[in-house]
């Protein structure tokens, strides 16, 4: 999994707004222009009141420049408000207008035709007037309802997070059930350092059974903890959406749509605010709820580019890269300032391996929406270049800028994990504990941390870490990293320890895919290692089949090499490390590939580059690295 798939730069909680890019001859070669200069000269994220205006027909958008936009009031922002942000700001009044008649549906494209779409999701219209209330079969088409009685407690069940009649008795209540589930993952990844292997296995295909049949039920927000949402303009209290408290919005956001069902606004919010809670506590479940939200805003206004971005948002979080470009460019015919439709846009350029597209893509992005969710994928663009110097001075300058939480713990653990990538632990874990200062449960500082302090040395406080990290968040990276440092570490009971942990991905792995995420490139890294080798090579080489990136060049080479078919894994090792991204477990992979090929004097020139460059890049690829270079000598 490349570093930035599931963790994306939280999105401003501003409306859309166009600024200009700044003066022409103001940046410097390779750094984003309104990332120049000195901080008090950065773009404020704007506050969420401020909203802003796309120029219409024929008009050309005149935003301020980075220092005029940083100092203007939220009065001169809400002046430059666009129709779209208007709409979704709308009063409920103006909200009833917009649903079409009953039985109308919105025109689709074909990504829309073609989008992955679970038997849950199938499920989700509401039934049509005069019927039980109860789903339709899977398949079978149903009619919204009409305004009414009926109606308005099918929406307010759909915006409490229910599918009607999805609870496990037929009726509306299905929390329990999606309670439970979200339970049964943490409690596997507790379970996990004290059951055998083969019982895991047992219950990673149960936890898959129960989670495609209860992928229906959605499910109020109970299970705890804090983080920013995603959020497009709503009717509801913009301020409450960037308070830090994701589980509280999403409660408001509820609320609000029993109230106004009518609000696309509302819905695309509802949609996003999901799929960031998938990603902060990760749980892809969250992701067949966002597409409902999401769908339900582009019904009641199609091709509404809050919607349009959210549903490029939940492609790239299932790892549907071409359907997130879709998406993205759909949502930026509508609105081309749309500052989520131009970070999904890099996103997906970016995984589909699409580079000299996704540098351009940033650049146009910091031109019409400068701000931290920008600086940061234009800091990863030049950071897979080999660009290390502008990569952490652009991260530097938007951490300078950064001023919710959200902000700071992400910016923070990008500069965290971009110095652990070149060996600078110290460094590193100071930029973890910012992260962290921000926000004490933030998995991707909580991760790093550990990491740096494998790396120094710290075997115990690194797996203490790592264990408070997959108690959390049961995800296959963190998995597959402590379950190398029981390996490492060698205790009694240990490798069992360990052996746990690989089968923990497995069920993570179920757990996604029922839930519409495609996992070949966690299947592949992780079984390649840590299972079964001729699993590995097919995700790997379907993977490769989807996207040509420097990762999946370097999953379907070590596959390769795994299965001892080393002469054909060297031409996709040598393009993983082709770009001059600074990652030393691909330097590794490629010297032990090109050593097992033959070519000593490759070999250790590969293998000494990722020692050199990060001595601690993983408690076992290191020992093997230094065994091998000793032998190649």
């Excluded at 940083?70 to 649903?99: G, I, L, V």
């Excluded at 490029?312 to 879709?326: E, K, Q, S, V, W």
């Excluded at 500069?415 to 200062?437: D, I, V």
Aim: proline share 6%; aromatic share 4%; with cysteine.
């Amino acid at each position: 999994m490349s570093p930035r798939t599931n963790d994306s730069a939280p999105e401003s909680d501003s409306g859309e707004q166009p600024p200009a890019g700044p003066e022409a001859g103001t940046a410097k070669a390779g750094t984003p222009a309104s990332a120049i200069g000195t901080a008090e000269a950065m773009p404020e994220e704007p506050t969420a009141d401020a909203t802003a205006e796309e120029p219409t027909a024929g008009t050309t958008a005149e935003g301020p420049s980075a220092r005029t936009k940083a100092e203007e009031s939220p009065a001169d922002a809400r002046a430059r408000q666009s129709p779209a942000d208007a709409t979704a700001q709308q009063s409920p009044a103006d909200a009833t207008a917009e649903e079409p008649a009953a039985g109308a549906t919105a025109k689709e494209s074909p990504a829309d035709a073609t989008a992955q779409q679970s038997p849950a999701d199938a499920t989700a219209e509401e039934p049509a007037a005069g019927t039980t209330g109860k789903e339709p079969q899977v398949g079978t088409t149903a009619q919204e309802l009409p305004a009414g009685v009926a109606a308005q407690e099918a929406v307010a069940q759909e915006a409490q997070g229910h599918a009607p009649g999805s609870g496990a008795d037929g009726g509306a209540d299905g929390d329990g059930v999606h309670d439970e589930r979200v339970a049964a993952v943490r409690r596997l990844s507790v379970s996990g350092r004290r059951w055998r292997a083969a019982q895991l296995g047992l219950c990673a295909a149960a936890l898959a059974v129960a989670l495609t049949a209860g992928a229906v039920v959605l499910g109020a927000v109970r299970d705890g903890g804090t983080a920013n949402a995603a959020a497009a303009p709503v009717a509801v209290s913009p301020q409450l959406l960037a308070s830090g408290d994701l589980d509280a919005s999403i409660t408001s956001l509820q609320a609000h749509l029993r109230a106004q069902p009518k609000d696309f606004g509302g819905w695309a919010t509802l949609g996003l605010a999901y799929i960031e809670q998938a990603r902060t506590k990760g749980d892809p479940s969250r992701y067949p709820q966002a597409q409902r939200a999401l769908d339900r805003s582009l019904r009641l206004r199609p091709d509404n580019d809050p919607a349009l971005a959210g549903r490029a948002a939940l492609a790239a979080a299932r790892h549907d890269f071409h359907g997130a470009l879709t998406y993205a460019d759909r949502a930026l015919k509508q609105n081309p300032y749309s500052e989520r439709a131009l970070s999904s846009r890099i996103d997906a350029l970016v995984e589909l391996g699409r580079y000299d597209d996704a540098s351009k893509a940033a650049d146009l992005a910091d031109e019409r929406r400068p701000g931290v969710p920008v600086f940061t994928r234009y800091a990863y663009v030049r950071e897979l270049r080999g660009d290390v110097t502008t990569a952490r001075r652009v991260l530097e300058q938007a951490l300078s800028t950064a001023t919710s939480r959200g902000d700071v713990s992400y910016v923070a653990s990008a500069l965290g994990q971009l110095a652990w990538n070149q060996g600078e632990y110290k460094t590193a874990l100071t930029y973890y504990a910012r992260a962290l200062a921000a926000d004490d449960s933030y998995l991707p500082a909580l991760e790093g941390r550990a990491r740096a302090q494998a790396a120094q040395g710290d075997s115990a406080a690194a797996i203490r870490g790592m264990e408070q990290v997959v108690e959390r968040f049961p995800l296959p990276q963190p998995l597959v990293e402590l379950g190398e440092l029981y390996e490492a570490r060698g205790k009694k009971g240990d490798p069992q320890k360990a052996r746990d942990q690989y089968a923990l991905v497995d069920a993570w792995v179920a757990l996604a895919r029922a839930n519409g995420v495609n996992a070949d490139l966690d299947t592949a890294l992780a079984a390649a290692d840590h299972g079964d080798h001729k699993a590995a090579l097919k995700a790997a080489r379907a993977e490769w089949a989807r996207r040509h990136t420097v990762h999946t060049a370097d999953a379907l080479a070590w596959a390769l090499h795994v299965n001892g078919r080393d002469k054909e894994a060297l031409p996709y090792t040598r393009r993983a490390t082709a770009t001059g991204y600074h990652n030393a477990s691909f330097l590794y992979h490629r010297g032990i590939i090109e050593r097992a090929a033959g070519d000593a004097k490759e070999a250790r020139a590969s293998l000494k580059s990722a020692l050199d460059l990060n001595p601690g890049f993983s408690p076992l690829g290191v020992r093997k690295a230094r065994t091998a270079l000793g032998a190649a000598k």
